[in-house]
């Protein structure tokens, strides 16, 4: 093969995404503004994998019932965003044994030291004090072997998942460098807008969907009158004056909420509010946001009825999934010297 044409067949390659998302609550504006958004526009450019990270989510405890229902509905709910099965390969972890047999490897190459740092275990530790389990501690190195099977070479996700990403880089070229080149090394994919969306109660804290105080978060499935009282209940300041600045947390948020909605800068918002009140500006935030959640709430309502067509794609994305997977559990295996099958 000429040197030229094996030039133009790597620069063709497109490059692989890997993402996912827990099942462990109702998907947030948050979760699709940081994430989900930015996952079905990558889909003609790159070539995409995505999951239902539903092990990660038994980290913290989940009621079997309303865990099922939530797996499914986390599903149908990406399907509703715009992932397209035909363009990307979308699964649902627990399907595709290879995570599981891989996170165990990973966890010996991995660092208790390493894993005392996260930022997330320590906040959920804290929170969960009566469950600080083993997993809650290892969970990096699970999403560490999410991303390394595929071979991703881009991880689109929110801000707070930077210091894990940062981990599962940590981890592959640790592994590299003791048995040769086995895993691509990941680089995070974090968006311009949207990439921290803050709580709408206490604007100094990320909007989480497990967060107790429903008013914090707005969920994609919320209904449109639950969407506007909970803008109009956002905590703000008593500067009163709409512009972004320090102490203003509150309005920052909404004002990155309008941005990431309507694809205005943050200048053109100032400017379009500049001497109205709070009340209409949450009005406005409000709305906005109805009008982006209204067509995936349409068209979750259909997916959601149709469980044969679920259960037909997520088969056919673990069946996908499973094949690309084992192909680099084998052969991490195979250079630390297991005997083949
Ligand atoms: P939990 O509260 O259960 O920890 P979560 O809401 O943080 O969940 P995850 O499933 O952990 O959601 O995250 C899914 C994706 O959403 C990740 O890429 C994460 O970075 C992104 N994400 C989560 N919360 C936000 C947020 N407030 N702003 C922007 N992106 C977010
Ligand atoms: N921990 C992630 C969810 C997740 C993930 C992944 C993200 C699990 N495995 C692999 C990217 C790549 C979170 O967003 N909290």
């Known amino acids: 093969m000429s040197e030229e044409i094996k030039e133009t067949q790597a620069t063709e390659r497109k490059k692989r995404i890997f993402s996912a998302i827990q099942p462990s609550g ?17 889909q003609d450019s790159y070539d995409c994998i995505f999951a239902v990270a539903d092990l990660h989510a038994i980290t913290v405890r ?12 986390a599903y149908a709910l990406l399907l509703a965003c715009g992932i397209d099965t035909d363009k990307s ?25 390493e894993l005392s740092r996260m930022t997330q275990f320590k906040d959920k530790s804290q929170k969960h004090a009566d469950n600080v389990n083993a997993g809650l501690f290892t969970y990096p190195s699970l999403m560490a072997a999410d991303i390394l099977l595929y071979q991703a070479d881009l991880v689109p996700v929110g801000e707070d998942q930077r210091q894990h990403l940062e981990l599962s880089r940590n981890i592959a070229e640790r592994f590299n460098g003791l048995y040769g080149k086995t895993f691509t090394v990941p680089e995070p994919y974090i968006g311009r807008v949207g990439a921290r969306v803050m709580s709408l109660q206490n604007p100094i804290k990320k ?35 709409i512009c972004i600045g320090e102490g203003k947390d509150g309005i920052n948020n909404l004002i990155g909420i309008m941005s990431a909605v309507t694809g205005k800068t943050s200048d053109e918002i100032t400017a379009e509010y500049d ?16 009008e982006e959640l209204r067509p995936i709430q349409e068209r979750f309502a259909k997916y959601i009825k149709d469980k044969a067509y ?18 680099t559990l084998d052969k991490a295996m195979k250079k630390i010297g297991y005997l083949p099958k």
């Open 207 to 241: 909007m989480s969907k497990s967060d107790e105080n429903a008013n914090a978060w707005v969920a994609v499935l919320d209904k449109p009158e639950t969407v506007m009282k909970k803008f109009k209940r956002a905590v703000t300041d008593s500067d009163a004056r």
């Open 275 to 290: 001497g109205k009140g709070y009340g209409d500006f949450k009005t406005a935030v409000g709305e906005a946001v109805i």
């Open 310 to 327: 679920l259960e037909e794609q997520y088969r056919k994305g673990a069946e996908f999934a499973l094949k690309i997977s084992q192909r």
């Open 89 to 113: 390969m979308f699964f649902v972890q627990s399907h595709v044994h290879t995570h599981a047999e891989l996170a165990w490897i990973l966890n010996c190459y991995t660092q208790f030291g």
């Open 62 to 73: 989940q009621d079997p019932k309303i865990f099922k229902k939530n797996i499914l509905e």
């Open 26 to 42: 109702t998907i947030t504006l948050g979760n699709y503004l940081g994430a989900l958004r930015n996952w079905v526009n990558l």
